[in-house]
Each structure stands twice: as structure tokens, then as C-alpha cells.
């Protein structure tokens, strides 16, 4: 059973890191990834489903070029969501076999370098599909190609990470237009995969079955029409998207992959026969629980019934926790200046506010922490996907150092320096 990472073994790799140098004054706040947890992670989906699956793990969640790199260890994949996540994932060494491009506004070009480079492309549209059709009348590509369905079978708890309502930005909807798909898979010769992913954390596992409960029975229907019309050719590729939600809660228990495995090979069988190719693109799944973040509380304000914690990252790395607080959560432990957890609980509750202009910079509002002191660290659990890469540059705060570590801390990795003033400076000329 895969469970998120202890205070204790935070605390732990802190002190390591701490005494081996690595944490310096000018480090106010430092990123953290056990690396050996990452692989635990990527094995765990790998050894689950078939050996033909590929796993393309969405860069957009981690983008950091060494995690990158250590991903390709595992011979697993990546997906890519822009042209730039493309070609992170080509210089990352990952051969274009192991590499899905997703992008839902793909220019002509795109497409055309995509093609050219034969990773697996998801369509988004019929106009997508279209384009993807002229380029391939002119150079034909062995670009597997699948289109993205919106299987409209729902929304989960967080709106902004839902794509599968009646209306998506995403995909072409089922119930309107299933007749026009089934005609592209007819029409079009190089078309052989559908994808579909239903949203990013707050869905629950079995609206995820749901939707490939309703994607299959179109593939099913439509591979009998394409037998019916004397073609050889069948859908047999079933790009399942990411999804699975993780724990940001202490008291909550995780979903495992490998009960959401259980449940898609009891239910649909087939889709761990030879008779398809899957594709997973999990994100959050693989890194959430990976990573956390310390840093150091600068001041200690005073109120009458509260104190404000003020720290060092706010709302540049915590957006969605700062604009959206009631959809997301992390848990934060307090570790004296030394990295020894603190106990207890002060009998004020604490506000903690990043050092950004504007007043919604809070990544917690009147929780209960035990006392908390200047020159203590905060630490922010599960922030291993969709917080660096969602890095916002206002206020122009430096990105901090990001270390990786094996074994609690017995071997450290700089995966990123803290960022200079002269890349700063590069940002904005
Ligand atoms: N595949 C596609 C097509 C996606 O759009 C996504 C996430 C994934 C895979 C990976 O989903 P995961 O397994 O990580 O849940 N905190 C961000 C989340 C956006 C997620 C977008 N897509 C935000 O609030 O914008």
C-alpha cells in the first residue's frame, strides 16, 4: 500500500539536508522530492497493467527536467500538453514511441512537427482531425492518432478540474456527435485510438469508469461497423487520461492504483487482452505525494485571537490554494530552526501568508499549529504536482532550490538552483 510521507521522515531528510549544507541563508524556502518514493510509484503503476501499456506520465504536473530524466529510468512515458512540454520531453531522452501530445490548440505547425516526429497525437476536435488528415494526404506519418471524446458523463467536486460535464472546453462531445465520430474512424484510415481523461483530483474513481464505461461501448459498436464494411483495420488504442485523486488529508485514506486496476480489469476485461494498446496519464498520482516544501517563518504577527505566520512562498507557488482555498488542502507541520518537529498546539490559531502583494496570499487561514517561532520552518505536505509547475512569476520572487533525495535523505540531488536575479532579469526582457 503506496501512503503519503511522514513528518518524521520529513523532518528527517530536513535535518540531513540541513547538516550536509544544502539549506543556505539565502534559502528561505526549499523544495523536496524523495525520489525513492517516485520510483515506488512509477514501479507500482508499471507492474499493474499490461506490459504493452504505455504510461505517459503528464509533464504538466512536474516539469523539472531531472524528474523528467528519472521518469525515462523507468521506461516509462510522457505526455505532453504543449509544444514546449514536447520538446522537454524529447530533450529529455524519451523516444517519440514514448511520448503522447495532447495539446487542445494545436497549430498547423504543431501538428506537422508532431507528425513528423511520430509520437502518439490525441486530436481534440473534428477540425483537429482535419488538419491532422491534409498533412498526412501530403506526407504520411507513423504517428498513432487518437481523438480526445468527451464522454459527458459528469462533473466532479472541483469545477476547474472537471472535463467530462454536458459542456467541455475538451474533446468532442458524445452524446451530439457520436454518429460523426464513428464516421472519422470509417473516413480516415490512420485513426485508430480514442482518449479520454474526466478530471484532475475531486473525481472519483467510479465516475472514471464511467467514462470508459461509455467510451468502450462506442468502440465496440464502431469496431463491428468497421468489420461490417470489409475493413481490416479496428480502434485498439484506449488512452485512459489521468485522474486518479490522491490524499492531501492526514486522516484520509488513498485511493491505490491498484484497486482502480482491479476494477477496470474486472469490469472491462478487454482492455487487458491484446485486442488494445492502453495509455495512462497520470500526473498527480505519480508526484503529489512525492514532494513538499519547507520554509522558514520570517515573523510572527500578533492579533487578539490570531497570529500570522508570514513565510517565504505564497500564492506564486500555492495558486490554486490561494484563489480556490475551499477546493484544496495540505496538511503543514512545524519544524524548529534545528528540523525537529514541533508539538503541542498554541492556544491561537494561525493564519500563513506568503510574502506577495495582495491579501489573498494566505495558504492557510485559522488552522490550530503548536507554537510557532521566527526562524522555524513551515512545511507543506503533497505539493509534488501542480505547484512549481503553476509557478506564477508576479512579484518577481525567485524560484527556490529544489532538492531530490534517496533513502530519507542518505544521498541529495540539486534537481534546480535557486534562481538567479540574472535568469530573473532574463525573464523579463
Ligand atoms: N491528461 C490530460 C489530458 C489532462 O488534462 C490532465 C490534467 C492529466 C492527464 C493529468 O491528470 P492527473 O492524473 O494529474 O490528475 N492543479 C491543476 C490541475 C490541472 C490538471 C489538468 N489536466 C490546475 O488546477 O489547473
Known amino acids: 500500500m503506496l501512503s503519503r510521507l511522514s513528518e518524521t521522515k520529513m523532518s528527517h531528510a530536513f535535518v540531513r539536508a540541513m547538516n550536509s549544507g544544502l539549506i543556505g541563508e539565502a534559502d528561505t524556502a526549499i523544495l523536496f522530492y524523495d525520489l525513492s518514493h517516485l520510483r515506488e510509484r512509477i514501479e507500482d503503476l508499471i507492474s499493474l497493467f499490461p506490459k504493452s501499456a504505455l504510461h505517459a506520465v503528464a509533464v504538466k504536473a512536474n516539469s523539472l527536467t531531472k524528474i523528467l530524466t528519472e521518469i525515462k529510468t523507468f521506461d516509462a512515458g510522457l505526455e505532453a500538453a504543449s509544444l514546449p512540454e514536447l520538446f522537454l520531453a524529447e530533450h529529455a531522452g524519451f523516444p517519440p514511441e514514448q511520448i503522447v501530445f495532447d495539446s487542445p490548440v494545436k497549430t498547423v505547425q504543431e501538428i506537422a512537427y508532431a507528425l513528423n516526429l511520430g509520437v502518439h497525437i490525441n486530436a481534440d476536435s473534428f477540425a483537429e482531425l482535419e488538419r491532422v488528415s491534409e498533412l498526412q494526404k501530403q506526407k504520411p506519418s507513423k504517428s498513432p492518432v487518437g481523438v480526445r471524446i468527451n464522454p459527458q458523463v459528469g462533473t466532479g467536486t472541483i469545477l476547474s478540474t472537471s472535463v467530462a460535464g454536458e459542456y467541455s472546453k475538451f474533446g468532442i462531445p458524445m ?216 509557478w506564477s512569476r508576479y512579484n518577481s520572487r525567485q524560484i527556490p532550490k529544489v532538492l531530490g533525495y534517496y533513502e530519507d535523505g542518505e544521498k541529495f540531488e540539486i534537481l534546480r538552483e535557486r534562481e538567479s536575479l540574472s535568469t530573473l532579469w532574463e525573464f523579463w526582457s
Not at 475493413?231 to 484520509?252: A, E, M, N, T, W
Not at 492502453?278 to 498527480?284: A, D, N, S, V, W
Open 175 to 390: 452524446k451530439s456527435h457520436r454518429e460523426a465520430i464513428a464516421e472519422c474512424f470509417l473516413k480516415y484510415d490512420w485513426l485508430r485510438g480514442v482518449h479520454i481523461h474526466i478530471g484532475s483530483q475531486g473525481c472519483e474513481p467510479a465516475l472514471l469508469m464511467k467514462g470508459i464505461e461509455t467510451v468502450l461501448m462506442f468502440v465496440n459498436e464502431t469496431n463491428e461497423r468497421l468489420r461490417r464494411a470489409g475493413l481490416q483495420r479496428r480502434i485498439d488504442i484506449f488512452d485512459i487520461g489521468g485522474g486518479l485523486p490522491v490524499s492531501y488529508h492526514r486522516d484520509k485514506e488513498p485511493f491505490q492504483m491498484s484497486q482502480y486496476k482491479e476494477e477496470i480489469k474486472f469490469r472491462f476485461p478487454d482492455l487487458f487482452t491484446d485486442k488494445f494498446k492502453l495509455i495512462t496519464e497520470f500526473g498527480r498520482y505519480i508526484h503529489a505525494n512525492t514532494g513538499w516544501t519547507a520554509s522558514r517563518v520570517e515573523y510572527v504577527k500578533e492579533e487578539q485571537h490570531v497570529r500570522t505566520a508570514m513565510i517565504h512562498v505564497g500564492a506564486d507557488m500555492f495558486l490554486r490554494k490561494c484563489y480556490r482555498p475551499e477546493d484544496w488542502h495540505h496538511e503543514i507541520s512545524v519544524l524548529d530552526s534545528k528540523g525537529n518537529i514541533k508539538t503541542g498546539k498554541d492556544e491561537k490559531k494561525y493564519i500563513v501568508v506568503g510574502p506577495l502583494c495582495f491579501a489573498g496570499d494566505m495558504i492557510a487561514r485559522e488552522i490550530d499549529l503548536p507554537k510557532v517561532e521566527p526562524g522555524d520552518y513551515m512545511v507543506i505536505h503533497d505539493t509534488g504536482a501542480y505547484t512549481l509547475s503553476m
